[in-house]
């Protein structure tokens, strides 16, 4: 058992809150994040999407119902979203020493101790999601007594190319061939695409796709900024001369419209929960999705050839982008959901009858 130390999260503004450790007791630096679930933490802990982030949960008791067994089933972790912790450290208001669900294999401070990953307790979240929401995404550092280390922006660093396959992986054994670009996929996203038929066939982030054999062209969420994916921007413009159907999510979204000509930006605290509204353009369908992104698509940049598909109820910033005239989509949200709701999932169903249509 970790000794239970004082550590402290510092941000960079000077603001400091001190807690008590129940993680790995060690110092690290990263982006400062909130997310507002309520349930979905070893779901949220192993999305990549979080890769050199400080995660903030604002729901107040936070691992009451331990972590899952680490199954294995398609070759994939059945309770996880990767295959290991991609946040830099964890703040929560106050954490549970016991823990009680039906396929618990151990508390939440083992696994986070068994991965390196330091976490804290004891901290005022509330107070701290106030500062961030007011101020913005911030860097900050988790810090032991008698250690400092330097504040990190993980933003200036290919986080993608970090949390990306390295070599290509085959899924499946279905009707339809679906090429996933992974720039730091959930494993959910596999999930879904394999139920509707399909051979997923997972390559690199900036991999040369185009000798590849392929009845649709899926673009996986990921970490950081997207214009440090320049490899998979010039790959998808090309893609974009084709007719096969394209979907993307998170920051497939983003990717997509850099392809396309359009621009994106840093939001000031970004979109991190299981409770967002998007509402469907041109209908009175809106959803709540699951999401988390810091970046987002400046819709005035969308050319002539595209046009928004979702957006925001609450700050009406863009959730999606559809093609005029080609078989291409995507979202910003996720509506593979794991740990998060499935309103959505119906755009998996969507993509597959586009993959059919174009095969006729």
Sequence with gaps: MTERKRMRLVLEDGAEFTGISFGFNRSISGEVVFNTAMTGYPESLTDPSYKGQILVLTYPLIGNYGVPDEMVEENLFKYFESDRLHISGLIVSD??????????????????QHHQVPGIHGIDTRHLTKILREKGTMLGKIIQDGEDVELYDPNKDNLVSQVSITRKEVYGNGKYRVLLIDCGVKYNIIRYLMQRDTTVIRVPWDYDFFNEQYDGLFISNGPGDPKQCKDTVRNLTKAFSQDIPIMGICLGNQLMALASGADTYKLKYGHRSHNQPVLQIGTDNAYITSQNHGYAINNNTLSADWKPYFVNLNDQTNEGM????????????HPEASGGPMDTDFLFDRFIDLIDQSKK
């Design 95 to 112: 954490y549970s020493n016991e823990y009680s669900h039906w396929n618990a294999k151990r508390s939440l401070g083992e696994w986070l």
């Design 322 to 333: 559809i093609h005029r005239s080609k078989p291409f989509f995507s979202t910003q949200f």
